[in-house]
């Protein structure tokens, strides 16, 4: 029996929403690939990770929301081993899925980098699944990674994978077979393009976007891109970062995601690490805006995503921050249970944005004190900006969890806050704060 799981990100009594990362505390879900489909819903098909030791897992899960705040969780959709088992060729790992509809059929394509006939397709007559009786996909011998799908308006459907180079070419009708004469091995390059992996098409307005992981940053994929075309099958020009999620944690490597419309809305979905790994990545979400011409603007990485700011005087959990400067890292300390930990002098995390209403006058930590002489600092808007306070942690109840309250200097309305650490090396463990009036 499926289990579904909701989400609601109701903070204390207060009517205020966190929305990033879309994953609750203790999962860890990435590559999010965005589909509106018939019921109304937005979908996002999503990797599994398990572990810092290796990518991704073996199984699948489906993410759905009515309203971009509260969010489902349909676990175990798809897996490669164990009770789920659909894969009887294979038990290697999962990597990205895609997921297509046609004609009342779900097509959930999936990739096992480590199998040869690396591509398959599995399919259900729900859009959460379960997707049974995975088969091969044959690929002309050319067989990578992260499979994506795009149906245009005639009904033609396209099928795009690849690493370092995209390949694309069109779907049989069945949807279960490419063929092979229309295969196009440079779609979009690395040296042209900064591609490298994570493909996904949509199209608006009669432009053709292709989305992708993107290089330009640091010779790390840590951007989603996109190109621009009048056909799918290209030429493809290079248009630019939409979201990049360098500083969400010490090691991040790598990006990979999605745009979609929702309700006249139109969303970047992509993901952040943690726990100072490539791994354990957490699927996110932020509003984007187009220009006359086409073009998308670059939106920055926040802990609201597609909510309006967090709500000062409701809990906000430490694992919310959005950008995280030094050793700090976002960690699991117990089954369902996250924080910032490793924190030493000088690091830096940013919560963005918090809104503070017509003024708050104190704040609360939840935290642990591993050495003496630690400190916090507030600031808001720069992690230079104003110090709205400085909290001397007291030298009491080593290792303890505790809650420590100080005044700040009268703060109103929405800003970014920064919390700057000083103290030494691993000084303490940050569990959560909020403000008080």
């Known amino acids: 029996m499926k289990t579904t799981y909701i989400i609601f990100f109701l903070l204390w009594s207060a009517v205020s929403y966190s929305q990033n990362p879309i994953i609750p505390a203790g999962m860890y879900m990435a590559d999010p690939s965005a589909h509106v489909w018939k019921d109304g819903k937005l979908y996002l098909y999503v990797s599994v990770d398990e572990s810092t030791e290796y990518y991704c897992s073996f199984k699948h899960h489906v993410i759905s929301t009515s309203d971009m705040i509260n969010w489902e969780i349909e676990k175990d ?32 394509y999936y990739c096992q980098p480590d199998h040869t006939g690396a591509e398959g397709v599995a399919t259900s007559d729900s859009p959460n699944g379960p997707f049974v009786k995975g088969k091969k996909m044959e690929l ?14 005639d009904g033609q459907a396209y099928y795009m994978w690849g690493q370092f180079t995209a390949k694309i070419a069109k779907l049989k009708p069945n949807m279960t077979e490419i063929d092979t004469s229309t295969i196009i091995t440079n779609l979009v390059t690395e040296d042209e393009h900064f591609f490298h992996e994570g493909g996904y098409m949509t199209k608006r307005n009669g432009i053709y976007y292709f989305i992708y992981a993107d290089m330009s940053r640091g010779n790390r994929p840590t951007a989603i891109g996109y190109a621009t075309s009048k056909s799918p099958m290209g030429p493809f020009k290079y248009g630019g970062v939409i979201v990049d999620n360098t500083y969400c944690d010490p090691s991040s490597w790598n990006n990979h995601g999605s745009i979609a419309e929702f309700n006249g809305q139109w969303y970047v979905f992509y993901h952040r690490s943690t726990h100072n790994s490539f791994m354990m990545r ?9 220009n006359e011409d086409g073009s998308i603007n670059e939106v920055e990485m926040t802990s609201q995503g597609a909510g309006p700011a967090l709500d000062a005087f409701s809990t906000i959990e430490a694992e919310r921050a959005c950008l995280l400067f030094g050793n700090t890292r976002i960690e699991e300390f117990a089954k369902g249970e996250e924080e910032l930990a490793e924190i030493q002098d000088g690091d830096n995390a940013a919560y963005k944005y918090i809104d503070f209403k017509d003024g708050a006058s104190e ?19 720069q992690p230079w900006g104003k110090q709205i306070a400085w909290v001397n942690i007291p030298e009491i109840n080593l290792g ?4 420590i309250k100080s005044e700040i200097k009268e703060t109103k309305g929405v800003h970014a806050v920064w919390l700057k650490f000083h103290g030494g090396n691993e000084i303490l463990e940050l569990d959560s704060f909020r403000f008080l009036k």
């Open 363 to 381: 704040i609360e930590f939840k935290l642990k004190q591993l050495k003496t002489g630690s400190a916090v600092s507030v600031h808001i808007d």
């Open 77 to 108: 959709v798809f897996a490669s081993r164990g009770e789920k088992d659909e894969i009887s060729y294979s038990d290697k790992l999962l990597f990205a899925p895609d997921c297509a509809y046609k004609e009342g059929i779900y097509y959930m």
């Open 140 to 153: 002309n011998g050319i067989e990578e990674i992260d499979p994506s799908v795009f149906i245009d308006d």
């Open 282 to 290: 957490k699927a996110c979400v932020e509003p984007i805006t187009f």
């Open 400 to 403: 303890e969890w505790q809650t």
